[in-house]
């Protein structure tokens, strides 16, 4: 390769590093504006919630988002929910599974969601013989 060409491919690649890195260029902005929202979020939340650990959170989202270790989104938050019920035991864990994919009722400022999946199953021989 000549040095004409190796100039050529060196800014082609600079180029293309540059273009991947416009995303994020316009992150820092936006985690800014993200944690003045969540700081917000923190003003408003009733008196019996710990407004400290609700900014130290927020904090802490900040720093992990900067460094890249924060991921939002639906397919985060299927990982997240997966990882916690392959922590249960084997029946256990095939039955949290199908409840997190079912459709959530309630919410966070009501006291809670509510998921459930209903198994059936079947009865046992000495049960159905009475």
């Given at each position: ?15 293309t590093?540059?273009l ?55 397919a ?55």
């Open positions: 390769m000549t040095s004409m060409h190796r100039g050529i491919r060196s800014q082609a690649l600079l180029l590093g540059l991947a890195a416009l995303p994020l260029l316009a992150q820092p902005a936006d985690l800014q504006q993200r944690y003045r929202h969540d700081m917000a979020q923190c003003k408003q939340a009733p008196r019996s919630h710990d407004m400290a650990a609700c900014q130290r959170e927020a904090g802490a989202a900040l720093a992990a988002a900067r460094h890249g270790h924060l991921e939002d989104g639906p985060a938050y299927e990982r997240n929910a997966h990882e916690r019920c392959m922590a249960l035991p084997a029946p256990e864990r095939y039955e949290c599974v199908a409840r997190m994919r079912t459709p959530a009722t309630g919410s966070v400022a009501g006291g809670g969601l509510l998921r459930e999946a209903v198994t059936p199953v079947a009865p046992a021989a000495s049960a159905a013989v009475k």
